[in-house]
């Protein structure tokens, strides 16, 4: 964790002005000013019963209204009572406006090395838009 956090200082004091400009870095930004938040998100969480209706919902690109909102307020309140993700919100707004939105990439790998400068992953709890279809 701790040679991650060191290749991503790295990458990011490597920005050049222009691209903090790019990617909405605000005056004043502390390159260094890096914190991960790493905990565990699941239905199980959220009782055995929900947990157990949650998880018999099927894989496929378009749900049923009742279940997209279910997997909507399970998510939100999977995330309300989980300590690492309150504790990132509590740490202050990380999140350059240009990035606000962006849509998380959860199956692209992680690079063994910072990634080049001309490519800015979005931070790991960047909000997701809301949308009608869901997978599981």
Known sequence: MDD??????????????AERQKF???????????RFFIGRISFDQLGPERA???NAVETRLRLPPDQV????????????SN??????LRSGPRV??????????????VPA???????LAP???APVPQQTSASH
């Open 52 to 54: 157990t209706a949650l």
């Open 96 to 109: 350059p406006r240009a990035l606000r939105g962006a849509p998380v990439a959860a199956s692209t790998p």
């Open 4 to 17: 991650w956090q060191d290749d991503l200082i790295r990458w990011r004091c490597r920005l050049s002005e």
């Open 123 to 125: 931070p790991a709890f």
């Open 83 to 88: 300590t690492a993700f309150r504790a990132f």
């Open 69 to 80: 909102e279910a997997l909507i307020t399970a998510g939100r309140d999977a995330l309300s």
């Open 24 to 34: 909405g870095a605000p005056a004043g930004w502390n390159c260094k000013d890096v």
């Open 113 to 119: 090395a910072a990634p080049p400068p001309e490519a």
